[in-house]
Every structure is written in C-alpha cells, then in structure tokens.
C-alpha cells in the first residue's frame, strides 16, 4: 500500500501563489508516476498535471497555461505542484494520486492506484 498526504492548500488572492505537497510513504519504491487532480463543487475531478521519476519528466493539462510547475524530491518521497497566478477558477480541492505504472491515459482518474485525502484552494476574486 502506498499513503499519500498533500498540505499546502489555502485561502489565496487572484494573481497569487501557492505550493503544494505531497507526501508519498508506505511502498514507495512501487510508485511509477504521480499525479495532481482537483475537483471544484458539482464537476468532474479534472487533470491538473503529472510526474514521472524516470526523467523527472512532466505534464500539464491544457488550462494551466505555463502557470504551474510540478517536482519531485525523490529523497523526501514528496512532489510538490507550485502555482503562480491564480485564478478564481482554480479554486478547488487538490488531489494527489500515485501509479505503480504508467497510465494509459494520464489525464483519467482511472490510471491511478492510490490517492490522497485532498487539500482546498480558494482563489478569491
């Protein structure tokens, strides 16, 4: 099993910045890539961006336009999604998932295997 906590989530301004964390423990040598969704109130959980270890490679949805950038610090099994220029819209609860491979799709929910509580962000106007 793997255990997967974020923090960071706060209450920030239009035009701020937040880090968030994620911190992965439990077997976390099984953990292939991971990943960052949010959900807002009455839609879908949606795509934010993912990690891969292997490369330190990433990738971002469509609609964080160069505004958020996710690392990993593999020492301190943790990934972390800094987010600058914060949007209203952005106001949502962030999720941290992890896969032990990687995903066939790696903007679907399903291509992940283990996912933390969550953590709230408020962009407020």
């Known amino acids: 099993q793997v255990q997967l906590v974020e923090s960071g989530g706060d209450l920030v301004q239009a035009g701020g910045s937040l880090r968030l964390s994620c911190a992965a423990s439990g077997r976390t040598l099984s953990i292939y890539a991971m990943g960052w969704f949010r959900q807002a109130p009455g839609k879908e959980r949606e795509f934010v961006g993912a990690?891969?270890?292997?490369?330190?490679?990433?990738w971002y949805a469509d609609f964080v336009e160069g505004r958020f950038i996710i690392s990993g610090d593999i020492d301190k099994n943790t990934v972390f999604l800094q987010m600058n220029t914060l949007k209203p819209e952005d106001s949502a609860v962030y999720y941290c998932?992890?896969?032990?491979?990687?995903?066939?799709?790696?903007?679907?929910?399903?291509?992940?295997?283990?996912w933390g509580q969550g953590t709230q962000v408020t962009v407020s106007a």
């Open positions: 998932a992890a896969s032990r491979w990687r995903p066939a799709a790696w903007e679907s929910t399903s291509g992940y295997d283990y």
């Open positions: 990690f891969r270890w292997i490369g330190d490679t990433t």
